[in-house]
């Protein structure tokens, strides 16, 4: 199994609204990471889970809460989001110092 | 902050011809990658080239690192429509958490 699952693949939530964004591996990697994309435009790194502990926090606004539930499984909890806060978001896994491997993505709209 | 500037933005070539895209960064680096992605959606890992290596073959692609000009270049060789996509060169820090991505190349082949 060669696939990053995330969940859901496209969301729509109002500014006062809280939920979650899910991601999935089984290739036993020990990096996992969310990374922001804005139409035609680079990713951009988030966070960086390594050994399910939390090494890279990019400043990002305590709005975005990541988790790492187990070796797994992947979370980006949000709450009160921004209308700018709308793009597509990446969970990616990899072993260290190797390829990464991406999810399809999480098409976020905040109304 | 991004660590790379591509170059082209964009390029527009014939099913046939070759295409060369080049990237440039700024830190030392343990390894670089080049990514390809559809339309916004995932990316797709295309090949990688760490820092003591100077060229790297796969298929149809071809990369070159050179790090004292701290610059890399892609080249696909007979292009295909199907290549259409954006591409992304991505740098690797030394400690190995941080992969952060260049501007990226919007590539058209037309048929």
């Known amino acids: 199994d060669t696939e990053v699952t995330q969940t859901p693949k496209h969301l729509v939530m109002g500014m006062t609204n809280k939920k979650s964004l899910k991601c999935e ?23 960086v889970y390594s050994y399910e502990k939390l090494s890279i926090n990019e400043s990002v606004p305590s709005r975005f809460s990541p988790e790492c539930p187990n070796s797994s499984l992947l979370n980006l909890h ?9 793009a597509l978001y990446l969970c990616a896994s990899s072993q260290p110092y190797e390829k990464l491997f991406f999810g399809s993505g999480t098409q976020l709209s905040v109304l | ?62 990369v070159t690192l050179d790090t004292s000009k701290k610059s890399s270049s892609l080249l696909i060789t007979a292009s295909r429509a199907a ?13 190995g958490s941080r992969l952060t991505f260049g501007e990226g190349t919007q590539l058209t082949v037309n048929p």
């Open chain 2, 1 to 62: 902050s991004q660590q790379g500037e591509e170059d082209p933005q964009a390029l527009s070539i014939q099913e046939g011809e070759n295409a060369t895209m080049n990237c440039s960064y700024k830190t030392s680096i343990n390894n670089l990658q080049w990514y390809r992605q559809n339309s916004g959606r995932g990316l797709v890992h295309l090949i990688l080239i760490r820092s003591n290596e100077r060229e790297k073959h796969s298929g149809r692609l071809r």
């Open chain 1, 25 to 47: 591996q089984h290739m036993g990697h020990r990096a996992m990471y969310w990374y922001k994309q804005k139409a035609k435009k680079p990713p951009e790194l988030m966070f």
């Open chain 1, 78 to 86: 949000l709450h009160a989001l921004q209308p700018e806060d709308s």
């Open chain 2, 83 to 95: 290549d259409t996509a954006s591409y992304f060169c991505a740098t690797l820090e030394t400690s």
